[in-house]
C-alpha cells in the first residue's frame, strides 16, 4: 500500500524547482578541481560524492540534469525533497543513517548497477554536523568505487538556523565549488554495518592523515578510513570556504 501524500505537495515541489532555477540561474559559479578527479572523471570512472548537508543547495544547482542518484531520508520531508530533486533531473533512493539504511543501500546499489553517480551527505539527515557517518565509506565499498569529497562556499550566504546551519547564497552570490582527489575506502569497511549516511582547489585536497594521527594510527582499518576522509572532506572546505571569505 502507498504511502499518503499531502495533496499539495506536487504543487510544492514544482514551484521549489523552478525557484531553485531561477535563483540559482544568477550565481556566479567557480569550479576548481583536483587533477587526480579531473582526469578520472575523463576516463569515465563513476564515483560516490560526498558533502555535507549545508551544501547541498549550490550542488543541486550545478549538478542538476546529470542524473546523480541521491540517497534522501525517510523522515517526513524526505518525500518534498525527492520530488524537487527529480524535477532539478536527479534520481532517488530512500533511506538514511537512522531509519531505511539498508533499504536506502540497496537503492543506492541499484542506481549503482545503472552506471550512475552516487552521491551522499555523511552528516545527515540530522547530524552532528560536520561529522562523518561510516555509511559512506561502506557504499563506496560496496559498489568498488571511489570517494570524492565536495567543498562548497558561498559569498553573500545565509546559514539558517537549522541543525546544519544549511546555507543559501543570496542572489548573484559567488559560488566556489571543489572536487577533491579520489580517495579509496579500506576494504574493511565492508564489515560495518549498512546503516549510514545518506553527497578542491589544489592538491592540498588529497586524502591525508587526520589532525589527529595517533588517533588514526591506533584505530581499527574501518574507523581509520573513516577518519582520513573526514580529513579529506574538512580540508577541501576549509580551504573554498577560506578562498571565498565566506562569513556566516
Known sequence: MRARHPWWLPLAAACGSAL???VGATWRFTVR??????AALARG????YAFWHSALLPLAVLHKNEGIAVLVSRHRDG???TQLIEKLGFVAARGS???GGEAGVRGMLAWAARDRHLAVTPDGPRGPAEQMKP????????????????GVAARPVRALRSWDRFRVPWPFARVLVSHGAPFTAPLASLAASSEGGTAAASDATAPGPPADASEAASAGPEESGRLQFQHALDTVSRDVRTRVGERL
Open 45 to 48: 570512472e563513476r564515483f560516490v
Open 79 to 81: 518525500e518534498l525533497i
Open 135 to 150: 555509511g559512506a565509506l561502506y557504499l563506496a565499498e560496496r559498489t568498488g568505487r571511489r570517494m570524492v569529497p565536495i
Open 20 to 22: 531553485v532555477r531561477v
Open 97 to 99: 543513517s537512522t531509519r
Open 33 to 38: 578541481d583536483a587533477p587526480e578527479y579531473t
